[in-house]
């Protein structure tokens, strides 16, 4: 397939504003908005049992100065019941919060896989596997925990923060606007640093992206990786990424590292403003030392909700970066929903035609340029001609994978930019060149190919293609497991699941694309066998070198540069002496050997 | 999709907390500065944390002094202070983070590493997905374990032991009950530990289960649509994303208790000590500023025992990620035999503790002896193990073969009989279970990386790797220039193509080679063997389908790859047979018969069967041979 021109098109990614981000992120938790509010709630409860535990003290303290022994108790009973309150809060409040994080996690990653299928080849095709993956699994949670925690914290910590003021400020109302102003004003100077944060945070998202896409790449590479001995130079590429996200991370680390500080310095600064300016005023005689360690106590309790709220923005410049990450895939062209609008059910598919169909990938040159032709229903229509012509991305455009750029493909049922790809494709059945299988049993990879194939039908299914026997004389049948993408099995078996997942599907159309290329001669002839079967009473495309697949074909299309130059059955095109003709005899002639048919093969 | 199985137990339940660190913290060795620097720096933490009692008191009877003067001198200095350590705290930041960094990614260069070189049938049996997952997650969680052990426990513990002695000078009997009722709460909390661990290294399996279902979906998202299996799919994994919900819940609930826990304790003994401390000052003898003082640092001595208690949850859950981390640090690579592999780690120690980054794995392929067979199998036992549990029925038992320098050879046979396990043992993607291989003398066994310098091999599909076209023909090879490079491209016929593309060599190809047709992509494989120049080829002759003018141009680049050269080539064309001195013909494992196209067809045997098939239904012009 081409599309050289992938990499340019990456390098248009990030559009999203901080705005936009900020808001889509906040809208992801608004289903969730009942379980923040109960969760403030909770932290309001409990932001007044941190203002209770220091009055209990300051009651014992001063108790313990003024030498009073009820007042003693009456604190130590009042501290007790604090404490067993706070205990049972705090244990709630983390579950409801635990669950919460787990629940909208899970849903919002459901929406981005069910987003990520739903959406455009085209645009799916900018992205190394690799990389969406990630944006699921770690961009996601990053994003929607971010978003959680932060909302709660703010809530939390603004009312926690409120209530402690308010007790301070009872206490002595000069002392607590200072103390306010310190909290204030120096998380302020983390402000300026937020962009910059932000854009390292996405640099960095993406440079971790392409170094699991290089890992993922070398893992899957794993029989190419040992025979080539690349071990050696794998791990000096790795580390040579690495160099280059250390730098990243060290910048992102430097800015952190005076972000998460400012905090604190708020506590301390405060502290010593409480201590002196407190001090000054209890020399004063305005002002009791029992209040003065109470307000000390206070401002304790009160440094936590402060310095997360100071954090808010530097901690929130991660989740925004993750959350651009996540809302670029939402926000991929979608193909159209699977369920007609009206209700009414299709029907048939019939013939095929296409009008003047154009395509290219990417922003390549075109790979089809307004091509004409139609495919008939119940026949065998073939596509041949050299690599590159185009043959395969007609199967593309058949199975709905891709839209035309221009004209136009036609049915019984409609004009194809009218009918969902769900529908169309539920009338199709495809196999590859190189069969596609994934983890599970054998039941279940035949299984894929209809959603209420029984077992039954998946044995008939084996069955026609030939594989049957085979499955039944492994030792637990067809609950085999078979390992990633049926590496377990050999070509051939492969190639026969993926047939038999085809039969049970019974399709309206089956394409085709060098279905027996991996079969050898004996297991060739039982699915030349099965295919023909299959064939029967449904419309066949096929793009195929085999003479003995094509050869049969009731029309033949010859492809060059993404036009048909020739069309006509084997005979026809034979006698035309046209291009089909020059490739069937230069295949028959080009070695000393004429025939090019192998022990295992079957070539032109 | 994903297997059940893959959620088990740890692998190393013996792994203890401490050996787990000491491993960790190896990777420290080559940062030592900056960690020390990390540690060093806690100090200031601790100054805080301690000094605040002191400097507190010390202001409190500055005021009932009422001295204005010394007030402001006292305010002044503290303020110094507090400026001096918070820079102090933002430099120990950026070491910890730094060094932290770096020590996760050396962890992480290591597993990418020993990943690469595990045995082919060890990765086969794992899925791509799991050990990418371990590389990107798992690897984040361990290390976090030594953040934990050095900054969170090591701290609370210094914390606690310099509160003490600060709070015995005053009152030993209540420093004592305070320090007495620290140890309750850690062990109270130590009830949860295997819970915690046995859950994080089900969650982590659960999470990488995920992402290999991602994967297979996102890659093979052309057969999900034509099959239709969206819907599907959508269910598989919000059911498996449930189940790790379910796990995520336990966890969540284990930790909260384990936090409440150990909070509740601490309270309750903090409210305890300061009645204690304010009914004995009801007897006089105490300032209001000591009382405080004391309540204070009660909580000094208190509080690192909570968070200990805390952090050593952290450390369990760290512990399950690094089970998952160090199962595949510890499986033997291809080139380890049992007895070389202890010594090999101790070397590797010793090399972390010298300092050096990166130890010479690469090894010149030397020439192997030409006097010797180029290739040399004996008395091959070979069984394939797809799991432990579930051992596959031998394939070869007892497989003898000779090829000589030059000749070649050419492998048929009907799918299963072994060709592609034969040709992978000659390059020593597997190892026989018994018997040996070897090449020009020099046995895979015993120096795999020497003997892999020998071959080439090629596959039937080509793997290419995402990133330039140049790249991926210098793959396998060591400092060739960009000449060399097109000239093999140039005789693997790939050289017009490529010069055709907008940016030629540097042209970056997708995933897999996504923007190429599979003719480009199996000439730009050739070139790679071209450049390899090894004596012996291994060629797995392409049966997917090329156009037959790429399939001549491949075919044209393949004969002259094989002159000078020795070849064992899996046949799937005529020609090729034809072309061979010599015709392997296998089944179930055994070659069963022996000879040229000549002889083999006159025997009458499996080869003339599979080759009258072949004709007898196709109407191609026969020929006499």
């Known amino acids: 397939m081409e599309k050289e021109n992938r990499h340019d098109e990456i390098k248009r990614e990030h559009a999203i504003s901080v705005s936009d981000a900020l808001k889509r992120l906040i809208s992801l938790g608004r289903p969730y908005l009942g379980r923040y509010i109960t969760l403030c709630i909770l932290a309001g409860i409990l932001s007044v049992s941190g203002v209770f535990l220091a009055e209990s003290l300051r009651r014992i303290i001063n108790a313990a100065v003024d030498k009073e022994m009820s007042g003693l108790i009456s604190g130590l009973v009042f501290a007790l019941i604090v404490v067993v309150t706070d205990a049972l809060g705090n244990f709630i409040s983390t579950y409801l919060s635990g669950t919460l994080e787990i629940r909208s996690t899970a849903s919002l990653q459901a929406t981005i896989l069910s987003k990520l299928m739903r959406s455009k080849t085209r645009e799916l095709e900018r992205f190394h596997s690799a990389d969406l993956i990630g944006r699921i699994q770690d961009a996601a949670p990053a994003a929607q925990t971010g978003i959680n925690e932060k909302t709660i914290?703010?809530?939390?910590?603004?009312?926690?923060?409120?209530?402690?003021?308010?007790y301070l400020l009872s206490l002595q109302y000069i002392l607590t606007l200072g103390t306010l102003l310190i909290c204030i004003l120096l998380p302020l100077v983390m402000v300026p640093f937020s962009r910059r944060l932000r854009n390292l945070h996405i640099e960095r998202e993406k440079a971790v992206a392409a170094q699991q896409s290089f890992v993922q790449d070398a893992l899957q590479g794993a029989e190419v990786v040992r025979a080539f001995s690349l071990a050696p130079r794998l791990g000096s590429q790795f580390r040579q990424r690495l160099e280059g996200l250390t730098a990243l991370h060290t910048r992102v680390t430097r800015l952190e590292a005076i972000g998460y500080n400012m905090p604190f310095a708020v506590v301390l600064g405060g502290l010593l403003y409480v201590l002196s300016f407190g001090g000054y005023l209890v020399i004063q005689g305005r002002l009791d030392v029992g209040a003065v360690a109470a307000f000390l106590i206070t401002f304790d309790q009160i440094t936590q909700p402060v310095s997360r709220l100071a954090n808010l923005w530097t901690e929130l410049q991660s989740a925004l970066a993750q959350g651009s990450r996540v809302f670029e895939i939402t926000d991929m062209e979608e193909e159209k929903a699977t369920v007609r609008d009206d209700g009414k059910k299709y029907g048939e598919m019939g013939t095929v035609s296409f009008e003047k169909v154009s395509f290219g990938y990417g922003s390549s040159d075109l790979v089809l340029s307004g091509v004409s032709f139609t495919i008939e229903q119940g026949k065998v229509t073939a596509f041949a001609g050299p690599s590159g012509s185009g043959k395969s991305t007609i199967l593309n455009l058949l199975m709905a994978v891709y839209e035309p750029l221009a004209g136009n493909i036609d049915c019984d049922m409609g004009s194809m930019a009218d009918i969902p790809p769900g529908e169309w494709r539920s009338r199709i059945a495809y196999v590859s060149q190189e069969p596609y299988l994934f983890s599970g049993t054998i039941r279940e990879n035949i299984a894929w190919g209809r959603a209420d194939a029984d077992v039954s039908a998946v044995k008939e299914a084996a069955r026609s293609a030939g594989i049957h026997s085979f499955i039944e004389g492994l030792p637990q049948g067809y609950e085999t497991r078979i390992g990633e993408r049926g590496l377990t099995l050999s070509g051939g078996e492969r190639q026969r699941l993926a047939i038999?997942?085809?039969?049970?599907?019974?399709?309206?159309?089956?394409?085709?694309?060098?279905?027996?290329?991996?079969?050898?001669?004996?297991?060739?002839?039982?699915?030349?066998?099965?295919?023909?079967?299959?064939?029967?009473?449904?419309?066949?495309?096929?793009?195929a070198h085999r003479l003995s697949t094509i050869r049969d074909a009731n029309v033949i299309y010859y492809l060059e540069n993404g036009s048909i130059v020739e069309a006509g059955n084997h005979e026809s095109l034979m006698a035309e002496d046209g291009k089909y003709r020059a490739m069937v005899e230069k295949s028959v002639h080009h070695s000393e050997n004429p025939h090019e048919l192998a022990i295992e093969g079957g070539y032109l | 999709m994903i297997t059940d199985d893959k959620v088990k137990s740890p692998a190393n339940p013996s792994s203890t907390v401490w050996s787990a660190f000491r491993r960790l913290v190896g990777y420290a060795g080559l940062y030592r500065a900056g960690f020390m620097a990390a540690i060093v720096l806690l100090a200031a933490k601790l100054v805080v944390d301690i000094g605040f009692a002191t400097v507190q008191k010390l202001f409190i009877d500055t005021i009932t002094s009422s001295d204005t003067d010394a007030l402001t001198r006292v305010t002044v200095i503290c303020g110094i202070?507090?400026?001096?350590?918070?820079?102090?705290?933002?430099?120990?930041?950026?070491?910890?983070?730094?060094?932290?960094?770096?020590?996760?990614?050396?962890?992480?260069?290591?597993?990418?590493?020993?990943?690469?070189?595990?045995?082919?049938?060890?990765?086969?049996?794992?899925?791509?997905?799991?050990?990418?997952?371990?590389?990107?997650?798992?690897?984040?969680?361990?290390?976090?374990?030594?953040?934990?052990?050095?900054?969170?426990?090591?701290?609370?513990?210094?914390?606690?032991?310099?509160?003490?002695?600060?709070?015995?000078?005053?009152?030993?009997?209540?420093?004592?009950?305070?320090?007495?009722?620290?140890?309750?709460?850690?062990?109270?909390?130590?009830?949860?530990?295997?819970?915690?661990?046995?859950?994080?290294?089900?969650?982590?399996?659960?999470?990488?289960?995920?992402?290999?279902l991602l994967q297979e979906v996102v890659q093979g998202m052309t057969v999900v649509r034509a099959f239709g299996m969206e819907d599907a799919i959508l269910n598989r994994y919000v059911k498996e994303r449930a189940e790790l919900g379910i796990l995520q819940r336990k966890r969540t609930v284990l930790v909260g208790l384990l936090w409440q826990t150990s909070a509740f304790i601490n309270n309750v003994v903090m409210v305890v000590c300061a009645g204690m401390i304010a009914y004995s000052a009801l007897g006089g003898g105490m300032s209001a500023g000591g009382v405080l003082a004391f309540v204070i640092l009660i909580g000094r001595v208190q509080w690192p025992f909570v968070h200990m208690s805390q952090t050593w949850g952290a450390v369990q859950e760290a512990l399950g990620a690094s089970d998952r981390v160090f199962e595949i640090l510890d499986k033997e690579t291809e080139n380890e035999s049992g007895g070389e592999r202890a010594v090999q780690r101790e070397e590797r120690q010793k090399r972390i503790e010298r300092g050096e980054r990166q130890a010479p794995y690469f090894r010149n392929a030397s020439t192997g002896d030409h006097n010797q067979p180029a290739l040399m199998l004996k008395d091959v036992h070979f069984a394939h193990k797809i799991s432990a549990d579930d051992p596959q029925q031998a394939l070869f038992e007892g497989l003898n073969l000779q090829v000589n320098a030059g000749e070649t050879v050419a492998v048929v046979g009907p799918s299963g009989s072994g060709k592609s396990t034969l040709v992978r043992l000659c390059c020593g993607l597997y190892q026989p279970d018994q018997g040996s291989v070897s090449l020009h003398g020099v046995c895979l066994r015993e120096s795999l990386d020497q003997g892999r310098g020998l071959a080439t091999y090629v596959p039937q599909i080509p793997y290419l790797f995402a990133g330039t076209i140049g790249d991926n023909i210098a793959f396998g090879t060591e400092g060739k220039s960009e000449e060399e490079i097109r000239m093999a491209a140039g005789l693997a016929g790939a050289d017009d193509f490529i010069m055709k593309l907008p940016d030629g060599y540097a042209t970056h190809i997708g995933e897999h080679g996504a923007s190429l047709s599979g003719g480009q992509k199996q000439r730009i494989a050739i070139a790679r063997a071209f450049l390899r120049e090894a004596p012996l080829l291994l060629l797995d002759e392409a049966t997917s389908a090329l156009d037959n003018e790429t399939e001549s141009l491949v075919q044209r680049s393949l004969d002259v790859l094989m002159q000078k050269r020795t070849t064992l080539v899996i046949a799937h064309r005529l020609s090729t047979v034809l072309d061979a001195d010599r015709i392997l013909v296998m089944e179930k494992g055994w070659i069963v018969e022996e000879g040229t196209h000549k002889s083999l067809l006159e025997q009458q045997g499996l080869y003339a069967k599979l080759y009258r098939i072949q004709f007898q239904e196709s109407d191609m012009p026969k020929e006499a041979v």
């Not at chain 1, 399709?507 to 023909?532: V, Y």
């Not at chain 2, 798992?138 to 052990?149: E, G, I, K, L, R």
């Not at chain 2, 009997?173 to 320090?179: E, R």
């Not at chain 2, 062990?187 to 995920?210: M, P, Q, T, W």
Request: charged residues 20%.
């Open chain 1, 153 to 166: 914290q703010l809530f939390g910590n603004v009312l926690q923060v409120v209530f402690l003021l308010s």
């Open chain 1, 500 to 543: 038999a997942r085809a039969f049970v599907r019974e399709p309206e159309m089956l394409i085709l694309d060098e279905p027996t290329a991996a079969l050898d001669s004996q297991h060739e002839e039982m699915i030349q066998q099965a295919l023909g079967k299959l064939m029967q009473g449904r419309t066949t495309v096929v793009v």
């Open chain 2, 81 to 212: 202070a507090c400026a001096i350590i918070i820079v102090c705290l933002i430099f120990q930041h950026y070491f910890r983070f730094t060094v932290h960094f770096r020590m996760a990614w050396d962890l992480r260069s290591r597993l990418f590493d020993r990943s690469n070189r595990l045995s082919f049938q060890e990765v086969q049996s794992m899925h791509s997905g799991d050990l990418s997952s371990r590389n990107n997650k798992d690897v984040n969680s361990a290390m976090s374990m030594v953040s934990s052990v050095v900054y969170e426990l090591f701290y609370n513990l210094l914390l606690t032991l310099v509160s003490f002695i600060y709070l015995a000078r005053s009152d030993v009997w209540i420093a004592l009950l305070a320090l007495g009722s620290g140890p309750v709460v850690f062990f109270c909390s130590r009830f949860f530990d295997r819970k915690l661990r046995n859950l994080s290294v089900d969650i982590f399996a659960r999470e990488a289960g995920l992402r290999a």
